[in-house]
């Protein structure tokens, strides 16, 4: 993970030294964004994960019979 310092210089793009609205404003559509993407990327590893598990149980059913 990086330093707030490294958030806040990305952030600054004008490098006035500076966090002006538009680019606080940049600053969280973007972590909203990646949160977003982060939570997405979540239930598609769980969906995987969950299908994954049927299938087994269905093929130990299968062998069991």
Partial sequence: RGS???VLD???IDKD???SLPEFQK???Q???E???KKKDHLED???KRTMEQNRRKSHQRKVK
Avoid: P, T, V
């Fill in 4 to 6: 707030i310092d490294n």
């Fill in 10 to 12: 990305e952030a600054d």
């Fill in 17 to 19: 030294g500076r966090i």
């Fill in 27 to 29: 600053l969280l559509r």
């Fill in 31 to 33: 972590a909203s964004m």
């Fill in 35 to 37: 949160m977003e993407q």
């Fill in 46 to 48: 769980s969906h995987k």
